[in-house]
């Protein structure tokens, strides 16, 4: 069983590492303002270094969530999981495995009567119906100021000190979902797999399974827009940041998505289209109800047994 979890904690971090990916980079590659293995990589020294320097923070909320953990559990989770995002990245959407794990792990918690830190998985749920909320709010009314300033600016400079942002935002940005995401896995196969096997699914992942969701951001999502791109994107590695050092595991893309709907409110023109955002945001409710449900439904079947 141990080789088992080994792979499918490989196949669901290379899964992430790509559907997460244009989260980081989508606007960079889209937009042309770096090629397109520039951003890979930028990307991907961002995932692992983030995995690296702050992925153990995630054990808390892993030790939280499932106080006891034993290799069924642990499977059963990682498998579920997979699943999920397998369906996510064959619809082409952007999809939050932390929410999906965590999720999943707190129903095979239930189902098996573990005592749960009941505080922790409340703030847990708090943090991921206020963050994008909080992600909205702020780009929408940053925005709203922020276009009467830059009217005043030169265009061209503004324009060119924002793509120097984005490209460092880009980094900072994977970095978060490494050291959040990514740290989530970890915590629940550490004991299975090492820091090696999931560095290589990184890179894997991110070659291989970036493309169909890129266009999610890049062209179906908003047009490009700097400004817009670069708040939304600062809000999600903020908020996931902070959620990092709480040892919270949080939806970077519902965040950033969240970013993007409140650019459209924070102008009077229409800047992007409805659908896919809703779509997005939309996983966040699928995830977190089928991660549960299956995790619950599965576990208890399996002890049943």
């Not at 490989?10 to 090629?35: D, E, K, M």
């Not at 409710?285 to 049943?304: C, D, H, Q, S």
């Amino acid at each position: 069983m141990d080789l088992l979890i080994s792979a499918l904690s490989f196949i669901l971090v290379a899964l992430v590492a790509g559907n997460n990916l244009p989260v980081s980079a989508g606007v960079l590659i889209s937009g042309r303002i770096i090629r397109a293995r520039t951003g890979l990589l930028i990307v991907i020294a961002g995932y692992i270094t983030g995995l690296l320097v702050q992925g153990r923070l995630l054990g808390f909320g892993f030790n939280a969530i499932m106080p006891v953990q034993t290799q069924l559990f642990v499977t059963i989770a990682l498998a579920v999981s997979t699943v999920i995002f397998i369906a996510t990245h064959f619809g082409k959407v952007i999809g939050s495995l932390g929410i999906a794990l965590a999720a999943t792990l707190l129903g095979i918690s239930i189902a098996a009567g573990e005592a749960i830190n009941t505080g922790y998985v409340l703030l847990m749920l708090l943090v991921w119906i206020l963050a994008p909320v909080l992600s909205l709010v702020i780009t929408a009314q940053v925005l709203r100021g922020a276009g009467r300033s830059i009217a005043r600016m030169h265009i061209w400079k503004t324009a060119s000190a924002l793509k120097l942002a984005l490209i460092a935002l880009c980094f900072i940005t994977a970095f978060s979902i490494g050291a959040n995401t990514l740290g989530l896995v970890l915590a629940a196969a550490r004991q299975y797999t090492s820091m090696l096997v999931m560095a290589v699914a990184v890179i894997a992942g991110s070659l291989l399974f970036w493309r169909g969701e890129l266009h999610m951001v890049g062209d179906r999502l908003i047009p490009i827009r700097y400004l817009n791109a670069f708040i939304a994107q600062m809000d999600a590695a903020v908020f996931t940041e902070v959620a990092t050092l709480f040892g919270i595991p949080i939806a970077t893309s519902q965040v950033f998505t969240a970013g993007v709907l409140g650019a459209g409110l924070g102008y009077r023109t229409r800047v992007l289209l409805k659908k896919p955002v809703l779509r997005i945001l939309g996983m966040w409710l699928v995830n977190a109800v089928v991660g549960f449900v299956l995790g619950y439904v599965i576990t208890y079947i399996a002890l049943g047994i």
